[in-house]
């Protein structure tokens, strides 16, 4: 005879009355087996390693492993997007911050009452070194030398088609070799204002001489070419971002 064991089905009545007491659906004892039909016991679905349990649609009796949220006791993982109702802290945020909203400037040596953004880099290109920029509205300021972009382009023939990129800044032109010919990039793929600085630096086109084109029917003052036709000749050009080139 089994002492306090209760194994197999069990049905109930609805009522047990010893004496006076009545007594609704009670069966107590040690069950064996897994107990995946007793009913009104939590369960946890799609279990998953390391997986946080959640509740579903609000029902105590329903829970759920989130396979996009782990934790391995180190690092908390998260698949999807984390929004936060008040505030969010780290000792550092990875990534690009491409997404990021509302960001606004401060501190870091502006004046009094945060009139000035002040940026600092070191001499890898990140936060926290000497060199800075500052900005207080209207005015940029840099403390520290400013290199700008500089490509050189040459003539390797007679006549030599060359395009200008929407990196470029400083275009040093050589045309030594032969004549040269220099297409400038289309102008709907750089932003207004966006300057070019182009400098004979081969000195020879007094008699190779260096023609710059606009992209297809574009222009450049109005005209669809200018051309550099004396030693170390230079010129300097912005963009309307739409279609035109301007002289400086």
């Known amino acids: 005879m089994a002492y306090n064991l209760l194994s197999g089905s069990v049905l109930a009545s609805r009522e047990y009355i010893p004496g006076d007491l009545v007594v609704e659906n009670l069966v107590s004892g040690t069950f064996k087996g897994d107990g995946s039909n007793i ?3 939590p369960r946890v679905s799609n279990a998953t390693n390391n997986a946080l349990v959640t509740n579903v ?12 949220l782990t934790f391995d006791g180190t690092t908390l993982s998260l698949t999807g997007e984390l ?10 945020l990875m990534g690009d911050g491409s997404r990021l909203t509302g960001i606004t400037g401060g501190g870091g040596g502006g004046s009094p009452g945060g009139g ?40 390797s023939s007679q006549i030599s088609e060359l395009t200008t990129s929407a990196d470029d800044y400083y275009v040093g032109l050589n045309s030594s070799a032969g004549i040269l010919q220099l297409e400038l990039a289309d102008a709907t793929a750089l932003v207004d204002g966006q300057t070019y600085v182009f400098k004979d630096e081969g000195g020879a086109a007094n008699t190779n001489n260096i023609t710059i084109y606009p992209s297809g029917s574009q222009t450049i003052d109005g005209q669809n070419s200018i051309v550099l036709e004396s030693p170390y000749a230079a010129i300097q050009l912005y963009c309307d971002g739409i279609s035109k080139y301007f002289i400086c």
Do not use: H, K, M, P
């Open 83 to 92: 929004t936060a109702s008040l505030g969010l802290s780290a000792s550092y």
């Open 116 to 155: 000035t953004t002040e940026i600092q880099f070191n001499d890898a290109g990140s936060f926290g070194g000497s060199a800075a920029l500052t900005w207080n509205g209207s005015l940029l300021s840099i403390s520290g030398a400013l290199s700008l972009s500089r490509r050189q382009l040459s003539a």
């Open 57 to 68: 649609g609000g029902d105590a009796n329903t829970l759920t492993c989130e396979s996009n």
């Open 39 to 41: 009913e009104y016991v």
